[in-house]
């Protein structure tokens, strides 16, 4: 997310244990922690154990939000492979620690493992997780490789465990609002929509002073090598998979744009900083979705219906304001719009709720509400709305736009959820 102060972990090379945490180092100014014993949890206790696996810049968001779900779930413990990182921010937050990643799954008590490593280790973190019988909350993306996500699907799958992948903006209440505005066909029929992720020239931005609240300063390097469009298209494809159903086509143009980025460029970069998809989905709707870290930031979502247009200002906003704007009826309308870019409006959701609590210097976003929901959908005994193949086919598609000269700039995507169950404002 931008880049600026949301969805990063940490940078490090690829798996070896001591590497498979979130953030990067920083210097330790608190002892270290004392380590949880595993226990079962108080009888009568019927929240749902979680822990979370990795400390680095995304933690402190999650934390920060976690009160909102106290009466859901309860935080039993967290690790990171950085002792200082770990001692920073368990003693910020007040949290207990494990010794290592074995007393994590070893702890009964722990239902859902939230996996905030860096993505180059998702893959391998969530299956060890999912072999250890555990249910897995995933920072995204579910994988860097389309194999790799099936097999972390069909793993969950056989085991009967929950395997679900932020980022859990549509659950909010924007998404909720304009998908009530879709489905009531409250301007007609959807016909086209316009996406955009565009963060700004990240590189020139002073990135260097977006440290989190514990210290872990937000990883340039992961996020240029992960790419833009792994990192942030989710926050557009769940809501439009969400409204309209499985992407039934991609065609996509990516590029490298700026491959000098400063002196936090990867070396041996090429991963696109700037992707443009075409994507088809049932009914006839088409979307074009765009994400960059070049053109100046704009995370507007536009759909065009037959008697006008239903806009989100900013899809990072869990309440940004959700606008109706019907076609101009006569010539003074139409007059206004075109040369003074006037048109009437109204709004479709309310004010913000003041008790719920959003990320702090970050976007106002509820991290831990997809937690939650999963851990209900867990004790309901049903199917995580964000979970199974609705996971699978957001990271399909996503690796099909990143990478059209992996998967063609034509791309048909074999995965095909179910329809997303309704939310209602």
Same mark, same amino acid.
């Given at each position: ?16 244990l ?15 922690p ?28 999650y ?8 009466d ?14 770990? =001692? ?18 070893a ?21 060890? /997780?999912?072999?250890?019988?555990? +249910? ?12 790799? =996500? ?23 209440d ?12 409250r ?15 990240? +590189? ?9 609240p ?13 790419? /833009?469009?792994?990192?942030? =298209?989710?926050y ?12 039934e ?9 700026i ?28 979307a ?10 704009? +995370? ?40 003074l ?42 199917a ?13 598609v996503?690796?099909?736009?990143q ?21 209602v404002?």
């Open positions: 997310m931008q880049l600026f102060a949301l969805l990063s972990r940490s940078a490090p090379p690829m798996p070896s001591r590497e498979a945490s979130g953030g990067r180092d920083a210097p330790a100014q608190e002892s270290s004392e380590f949880v014993t595993a226990m079962s949890p108080p009888a009568g206790d019927r929240r749902t154990g979680i822990a979370y696996l990795g400390c680095g810049y995304v933690a402190d968001f934390q920060q939000t976690f009160a909102n779900h106290r859901e779930l309860v935080l039993r413990g967290v690790w990171d492979v950085s002792a200082e990182r770990l =001692a920073r921010f368990v003693h910020l937050h007040g949290l207990s620690a494990y010794a290592d990643f074995d007393a994590l799954l702890d009964p008590g722990v239902e859902i493992v939230v996996n905030l490593t860096n993505p180059r280790h998702h893959y391998d973190t969530t299956k060890r /997780c999912l072999l250890a019988g555990k +249910h897995v909350y995933s920072e995204k993306p579910l994988a860097l490789a389309l194999a790799q =996500a099936e097999e972390l699907t069909a793993l969950a799958q056989a085991a009967g465990l929950q395997l679900v992948c932020a980022p859990s903006s549509v659950l909010g924007a998404a909720r609002t304009m998908w009530t505005a879709v489905r009531e066909r301007l007609g029929a959807p016909r086209l929509v316009y996406a955009e992720i565009d963060e700004g020239m990240i +590189h020139r931005l002073g990135f260097e002073d977006w440290i989190s514990s210290g872990a300063p937000w990883p340039a390097e992961d996020e240029l090598r992960t790419g /833009c469009t792994l990192e942030h =298209a989710g557009m494809l769940s809501w439009l998979v969400a409204m309209f159903g499985p992407v086509r991609v065609v996509s143009v990516a590029a490298l744009c491959e000098d980025k400063g002196p936090k460029t990867p070396a041996e970069y090429r991963t696109p900083d700037f992707s443009c998809a075409l994507l088809s989905f049932g009914e006839g709707v088409i074009r979705l765009t994400n960059s870290v070049v053109a100046p930031h704009d +995370h507007q979502l536009r759909i065009f219906c037959d008697e006008g247009e239903l806009r989100a200002r900013e899809v990072w906003d869990f309440n940004t304001p959700v606008h109706a704007i019907p076609l101009a009826a006569t010539r003074t309308q139409r007059r206004l719009k075109k040369w870019n006037f048109s009437r409006t109204w709004r479709l959701n309310g004010r913000r709720d003041r008790r719920i609590a959003f990320a702090k210097t970050a976007h106002p976003m509820n991290f831990a509400l997809g937690i939650a929901d999963m851990a209900r959908a867990i004790r309901a005994g049903r995580a709305r964000l979970g199974g193949v609705f996971a699978l086919h957001i990271t399909e996503t690796l099909a736009i990478y059209p000269d992996v998967y063609g700039t034509e791309y048909v995507p074999k995965s095909r959820p179910a329809a997303f169950s309704p939310l404002p």
